[in-house]
């Protein structure tokens, strides 16, 4: 049973900046993947950024230069820093870590900008 846990989030004005943290721990397998989701309220969840297990980072269009996701090469543990946010980056954020058995989610952290 792999457990993912969420830290990070809160409450920022528009144009101000948030940084999440998530670690993955019990696979008995490598975690190749690990990335960020949200759902914004009244959406379904989208992906916003995902990095592999050697760093190569794939991003959401409307993030792109605002959110930078970063991991350690071999750790399980992922950090996105999110700059210059907007109202509409407001929702509950995952995380998600895939070990090629499996895809494990955290429960989430709330963001909330205010404009």
């Known amino acids: 049973q792999v457990s993912v846990e969420e830290s990070g989030g809160g409450t920022v004005q528009t144009g101000g900046s948030l940084e999440l943290s998530c670690v993955a721990s019990g696979s008995r397998f490598s975690i190749s993947t690990m990335g960020w989701y949200r759902r914004a309220p009244g959406k379904t969840r989208e992906r916003v950024a995902v990095?592999?297990?050697?760093?190569?980072?794939v991003y959401e269009d409307s993030i792109k230069g605002r959110f930078t996701i970063s991991r350690e090469r071999g750790e399980n543990a992922v950090h996105m820093r999110m700059d210059n946010l907007r109202p509409e980056d407001t929702g509950v954020y995952y995380c998600?870590?895939?070990?090629?058995?499996?895809?494990?989610w955290g429960q989430g952290t709330q963001v909330t900008v205010s404009s």
């Open positions: 990095i592999t297990y050697d760093g190569r980072a």
């Open positions: 998600n870590a895939a070990d090629g058995t499996s895809i494990s």
